[in-house]
């Protein structure tokens, strides 16, 4: 599975972005597809994720009701709409997929493709 990652850009508190993942090859649809992002001299934190099996989205408390992660599986796709930025979201956004259990959606290491990420500058 290959995934690309765009829709990265600059923008002003507040803001929104919408950032877009397409995957290509492999069975793109089974898999658990998430949202990460890394900012300078951090670890990839974990941001928002449709499960490859329910299909329920999870969310970093830190952004739940800011962040509307969603799957368009015609289209091989993952968004993430972001609204009301702050300047602390300010990131490389990566996408990843794999087949972590519920216990270790959150954990980068349990996914194994990623795309090469996006930037996202929050500032004025």
């Known amino acids: 599975v290959q995934l690309q990652a765009s829709g990265g850009g600059l923008v002003q508190p507040g803001g929104s972005l919408r950032l877009s993942c397409i995957a290509s090859g492999g069975t793109f649809s089974t898999y658990t597809v998430a949202w990460f992002r890394q900012a300078p001299g951090k670890e990839r934190e974990f941001v928002a994720a449709?499960?490859?099996?329910?299909?329920?989205?999870y969310y970093d408390d830190s952004m739940k009701g800011r962040f509307t992660v969603s799957r368009d599986s015609a289209k091989n796709t993952i968004n993430l709409q972001m609204n009301s930025l702050k300047p602390e979201d300010t990131a490389v956004y990566y996408c990843?997929?794999?087949?972590?259990?519920?216990?270790?959606?959150?954990?980068?290491?349990?996914?194994?493709?990623w795309g090469q990420g996006t930037q996202v500058t929050v500032s004025s």
């Open positions: 449709v499960h490859g099996s329910n299909r329920r989205t």
């Open positions: 990843g997929a794999g087949r972590p259990i519920l216990s270790s959606l959150s954990s980068a290491s349990a996914y194994y493709y």
